[in-house]
């Protein structure tokens, strides 16, 4: 199998040569008679504008002819990135073992034109048959004229992205059966955006877990940034019992809730152990935003800045926190949400509660480049890269960055990234004062180190408590945690991202022993769209 991907990609610089020196020629040839003199076909005008209907019906019968034939070549020249398609469609008959392909089209609407795929997948003595939809476009070719498919993997099949390819063979890893924390299994069916989640799992505990493997059509990823992601079972293996720190309930809710909001994840997290009781994305490109995501988080990041100002006693609880309705550091001017009322009077407590943006601006003179960062790495454990959680994850980062960005990153704008899973720990660390590397696997499965950090001290964790149930009960996330009994907390956020029309929608909270952290880009305020996920989350965690 690797062989075939090997010829594939060798393959494809051979077209790129010949296909090269075959359009040089042609275009020698036209432009000359017998003799070498200049002819009247030489000055032929370059076709523009869109493709007619006629020429995407020429364009995508012609593609889809060859592509039949498992003539890879062929095919990827009939679009508009023949160097890239041409190891893919190659493949789509080689490394995959596609045979009886037959291609029908939908009816075109413009220039995009939907079709069906069938064929049969077969391997060692097994087969089954294939069947997906999947639709292309016909563009104009810049420099030749030509109409032409425009290239994107997903042409070949929806779940294909750039560098991947298809594969049937014995199956990189074992099977697994995934269960929750209390013995119930996890399916991609019944939880649907587990699924890259339990691929993962599957590649990195598969061999582990004590299952065989089966045969299998999976898409490969480019040079294993993920997990392969099965599209057919051709013999099934004897799956392995992978134990998970999920809960199905906790997990259910959690898909429930980003359904009512695009581009959204959240995560929720037990602080008493720092275990991962769910985590659910909807997206429409299937990533794990909610383990990944590298996006400023506004000001939930209030939490993490009001620690380190009480840590360096620069300020407490109950001590001042002036709100102005504007606030200047490095020569650049910060302002509040429209309508907040100033107040110079104000305690730490009541701007954090507000989510007041200039009380802490304030005093980003007062704070050394370097105190936000120290605050994230040495209390909450973030930025070291170093979390171990059982599949891939993004640990944060809060730089140690000067000039204006010293002030932005204290209320989670500037160079500070996180991802809901960051800041539903960032909320277990202050509920408890230790910080417990988030898990979605138990530790025993393969004895990996976790990250460690120096956690808080009691009076500082007993002050952020209080400031983020106030927030919950009388400030800026009352709405949403009012019907929430119990000990509750929570902190809201928005921030601003260039290119966008709304800001992106953040809101962390605790209930008893859940905490749980959403997201939803161009979501809005954080009690918007990301506050109810969250209250949704925290309901179902008991």
Avoid at 103 to 114: K, L, N, Q, Y
Avoid at 115 to 135: E, H, I, M, N, Q
Avoid at 221 to 236: C, F, I, K, N
Wanted: net charge negative; hydrophobic share 40%.
């Amino acid at each position: 199998m690797r062989k075939g991907v090997k010829a594939a990609v060798v393959g494809s610089v051979f077209v790129v040569m010949v296909g090269g020196a075959g359009y040089g020629a042609f275009n020698l040839v036209s432009a000359l008679n017998g003799d070498g003199s200049a002819g009247s076909a030489g000055q032929e005008a370059v076709k523009t504008g869109p493709p007619s209907s006629a020429e995407v019906e020429e364009t995508t019968r012609a593609f889809f002819a060859a592509w039949e034939k498992a003539q890879g070549a062929k095919a990827a020249s009939y679009t508009n990135n023949a160097s890239e398609a041409e190891p893919l469609l190659t493949s789509f008959g080689q490394d995959a073992h596609l045979t009886a392909v037959k291609i029908t089209p939908g009816e075109a609407t413009g220039r995009t034109v939907p079709f069906s795929v069938k064929a049969t997948v077969s391997y060692d003595g097994k087969s089954k048959p294939l069947a997906y939809d999947s639709r292309l476009t016909v563009v104009r070719g810049v420099t030749t004229g030509r109409a032409l498919v425009d290239w994107k993997p997903s042409v070949v099949h929806p779940a294909l992205k750039d560098g991947d390819t298809l594969v049937t063979e014995e199956a990189a890893n074992p099977p697994i059966e995934a269960v929750d924390r209390d013995g119930t299994v996890l399916t991609k069916e019944k939880y649907p955006s587990l699924g890259p989640i339990l691929d993962e799992l599957r590649a990195r505990y598969g061999d582990k877990a004590g299952g065989t493997p089966g045969v299998e059509l999976a898409v490969r990823h480019t040079a294993g940034e993920a997990a392969d992601t099965s599209l057919l079972t051709l013999s099934e293996g004897k799956p392995g019992r992978l134990p998970t720190t999920l809960s199905a309930s906790v997990q259910a809710a959690a898909e429930k809730a980003v359904k009512e909001y695009d581009e959204s994840s959240v995560v929720a997290v037990k602080p008493s152990t720092g275990e991962v009781l769910a985590v659910a994305n909807n997206r429409t490109d299937g990533w794990n935003a909610a383990f990944l995501g590298q996006v400023a988080p506004g000001s939930t990041m209030k939490i993490l800045s009001a620690a380190m100002l009480i840590d360096n006693e620069l300020t407490s609880m109950n001590g001042p926190a002036p709100c102005p309705d504007s606030a200047i550091s490095e020569s650049q001017t910060f302002h509040n949400i429209t309508g907040m009322t100033p107040n110079e009077n104000a305690t730490l407590s009541e701007s954090f509660a507000r989510s007041c943006n200039t009380a802490f601006i304030k005093f980003a003179d007062e704070v050394q480049v370097d105190s936000l960062t120290k605050e994230a790495q040495e209390r909450f454990g973030l930025g070291q890269d170093n979390w171990k959680v059982g599949i891939p994850s993004f640990d944060g980062s809060v730089p140690a960055a000067g000039g204006p960005d010293t002030a932005a990153n204290m209320i989670g704008q500037g160079q500070v990234q996180m991802s809901p899973l960051n800041m539903a720990s960032v909320t277990s660390t202050a509920m408890t004062g230790t910080f417990r590397q988030p898990v979605i696997v138990p530790q025993r499965l393969d004895d990996r180190e976790l990250a460690r950090a120096q956690g808080l001290s009691g009076s500082t964790v007993a002050q952020l408590r209080a400031m983020m149930n106030r927030t919950a009960t009388s400030g800026t996330a009352a709405g949403v945690m009012s019907r929430l009994g119990g000990d509750i907390g929570a902190k809201t956020g928005s921030a601003e991202v260039d290119g966008q029309a709304k800001a992106n929608s953040w809101f962390t909270g605790y209930r008893n022993d859940v905490a749980a952290a959403a997201m939803a880009q161009q979501g809005g305020r954080g009690g918007d769209a990301a506050g109810p996920i969250v209250a949704a989350v925290l309901r179902a965690g008991g």
